[in-house]
């Protein structure tokens, strides 16, 4: 009977240690469990989040060291720039047209399509200026664009080049 009345608090008392132990142990894995994941997260936007430029300088100065960043800029079309970073010596640069040209319907459809150029490192210079460097559905929308302007221009000159083409009259 003395035995019953010692044993079991002694089992209680041991139980509630046990417990306040696994409870100890439980709140250290979640601080460090949650110091993991902001270690994690900070990691992951420092190797693979990018910088905002506000200007063209800005871009150009980055364009030059290829260090990644963000641009929004153009006049008639507005473009969307990342500078993605450099892959064997050359400046790997993402191109998105997020508005066309309001008075053009053929622009306007190209909208959200992207194109990637490869530009030479340390060449400050618009991605879109040498396409042959560029490849992606953009790059062949804006080609067409190009095509369609040159079909229009040949048709409504074609009597002036024609002309001009012809020897002139011998009296």
Not at 125 to 140: A, F
Not at 151 to 159: K, R
């Amino acid at each position: 009977m003395f035995f019953d009345k010692f044993y079991i608090p002694c089992l209680v008392l041991i139980f509630m240690l046990e417990y306040s132990k696994s409870w100890y142990y439980a709140w250290r894995f979640g601080v460090g469990l949650v110091f993991a994941v902001v270690i994690l997260t900070v990691a992951f936007f420092w190797f693979f989040g990018y910088s905002d430029c506000e200007d063209w300088d800005c871009f150009n100065e980055n364009l030059e060291k290829c260090d990644r960043v963000k641009f929004v800029g153009g006049t008639e079309m507005i473009f969307e720039y990342v500078i993605k970073g450099d892959i064997d010596g050359e400046c790997e640069v993402g191109v998105e047209l997020l508005m066309g040209e309001l008075n053009n319907q053929d622009s306007i459809k190209l909208e959200h399509q992207r194109m990637t150029c490869m530009l030479p490192e340390g060449v400050i210079m618009i991605p879109e200026s040498n396409i042959g460097r560029c490849h992606g559905l953009l790059k062949e929308g804006l080609q067409d664009l190009v095509i369609k302007k040159l079909h229009t221009y040949l048709v409504q000159n074609l009597g002036e080049i024609n002309l001009e083409v012809l020897p002139a009259p011998q009296d």
